[in-house]
């Protein structure tokens, strides 16, 4: 099992590899994650990024912050955990813009 940070490494290099697709999103999202190795997550998915795409710093610029736990984190981008029913169960709590955060299942996917 991949840590919470292990995971957001992989996405940051897939979305380095391939910065147009991982920036379809365009906008920057805060991870908050709790339990046993969490911190906060900082993905910035914004068109024209091409580098730099996490940082461990909370961020002004998140259009939305999700918080959940590590295990319910790794089990997420696993596919073991599905995101609608972790919204609709309380697993995940997000804080803005949800238009925004309804892209993350793609994102989910630079991960994988």
Do not use: Y
Request: hydrophobic share 45%; no cysteine.
């Amino acid at each position: 099992m991949s840590t919470p940070a292990e995971i957001f490494e992989k996405i940051a290099a897939a979305a380095a590899a391939n910065p147009d697709k991982a920036t379809e999103a365009d906008a920057v999202f805060q991870f908050n994650i709790t339990g046993d190795n969490g911190g906060t997550f900082v993905l910035n998915m914004k068109k024209g990024t091409t580098d730099n795409f996490l940082t461990r710093e909370p961020s002004s610029e998140a259009v939305a912050t999700i918080s959940l736990d590590g295990a319910d984190w790794t089990a997420l981008v696993s596919g073991d955990l599905d995101p609608m029913q972790a919204f609709m169960g309380g697993k995940i709590k997000i804080d803005g813009d949800m238009t925004a955060a309804m892209k993350l299942p793609g994102l989910l996917k630079l991960a994988r």
